[in-house]
């Protein structure tokens, strides 16, 4: 499946706020369509949303013809401003976006057909280096996996939150592709059911065995041992290996510890921010409250009750038994193993 691609000048998004029920793509002709498909979660992940960023502000620029190199910098810098602000967790947003502008900083040529071609360039790599990556964290992954195993994940790290393939999920369908005959259990993933709707929804097209579960059931799952490994994805990993994911994660890495299951983090190298020294310098979104009082449209909450709905948590890195990247695995102490990978 495809979460998004380039065509002729216009950025084709999956609307993953429509699935499962239909397979519809937005198109996106500037960057405010960009920006209101990412605030809204019809692209989420955060590789997904980093490389919709980069074609976002390719659009900002078309959009803008500026006449000049400084005003073709002055409306990139504008776009990847308005880009920046719809989501606060993932880091790959404003790591692409950043990516972007240092290209066009560095390189000092006049002409804005030249600049602009760089621009589409540069987001078509941060599109095709996503996809490559995440093959590359399925294949180190998946030698953590043994066979047969009954695997635990939560939220969505599929193909549906990158450029292709996914991060947990590349993981178990490179498992798969190595004849482990693995199985997953997918929880729903309150409060948007990224689980219910988006993983268990992959994992069938791809025929993979797995079973939908609600997120209060994962103690009971793992008290039977029927749960060999845990993995999942990230938003933001901070320098000391504290891990940024959908709210819920932190409870099951404190249930996979008491229960002596592993737990693994799978994300790319853009998705580690070295310049945070823990996860309490990651900043948590907080959604509308609809989110939690809704479901489909529908009220199941009393009227006027009041909400907190963070998107996200922090899972501490002494939870994590290995974080899985595109540069190979890192285990504790994650500050020196993570840095390490950098500078490999």
């Known amino acids: 499946m495809e979460t998004m691609r380039w065509e002729d000048g216009v950025l084709l998004l999956l609307d993953q706020t429509r699935l499962p029920g239909k397979v519809e793509y937005i ?30 502000l390719v659009l900002g620029v078309l959009a803008a013809r500026p006449r000049n190199r400084q005003e073709l910098l002055a409306r990139a810098r504008e ?28 390189t000092p040529s006049q002409d ?14 941060i599109y095709q280096e996503d996809r490559e990556g995440n093959k590359r964290i399925g294949r180190y992954g998946q030698e953590l996996v043994p066979p047969g195993a009954r ?13 292709g393939y996914g991060t947990a999920l590349g993981v178990i369908r490179a498992a798969q ?23 268990a929804w992959e994992l069938l097209q791809e025929n993979i065995p797995v079973t939908l579960i609600t997120d209060n059931m994962a103690a009971y799952l793992m008290a039977r041992g029927m749960v060999d490994l845990v993995v999942v994805g990230a938003d933001r990993i901070a320098s000391n290996g504290d891990v940024a994911n959908k709210i819920g994660t932190y409870g099951l890495a404190v249930l996979a510890r008491e229960h ?42 009393p009227r006027g009750i009041k909400v907190w709905n963070p998107a996200f948590d922090i899972t501490p890195a002494r939870l994590i038994t290995a974080i899985i990247t595109d540069q190979g695995v890192a285990r ?6 993570l840095a390490g990978l950098f500078k490999a």
């Open 27 to 56: 198109q996106c002709r500037d960057h405010v369509t960009v920006a209101e498909a990412i605030r809204s979660l019809r692209v989420r992940g955060a590789p997904a949303i980093g490389a919709a960023a980069a074609y976002g």
């Open 79 to 106: 776009v990847a401003e308005v880009l920046a602000s719809t989501r606060p967790t993932a880091v790959n947003l404003t790591w692409a976006l950043n990516r972007l502008l240092h290209k066009l900083e560095a």
């Open 260 to 301: 002596g299951v592993p737990f693994y983090v799978a994300a790319p190298l853009s998705t580690i921010d070295l310049s945070l020294d823990s996860g309490k310098d990651i900043p948590i979104e907080e959604r509308r409250p609809e989110e939690v009082t809704h479901l489909a449209g529908i009220p199941v909450a």
């Open 332 to 337: 504790p102490p994650y500050r020196e193993s």
């Open 112 to 125: 804005t057909r030249e600049l602009t071609e760089l621009l589409i360039n540069e987001a078509h790599a």
């Open 151 to 163: 695997i635990l994940t939560h939220c969505n790290a599929g193909a549906l939150a990158t450029a």
């Open 177 to 199: 592709e190595a004849g482990k005959r693995v199985s997953v259990y997918a929880s729903e993933t309150r409060p948007l059911l990224q689980g219910a709707r988006l993983t």
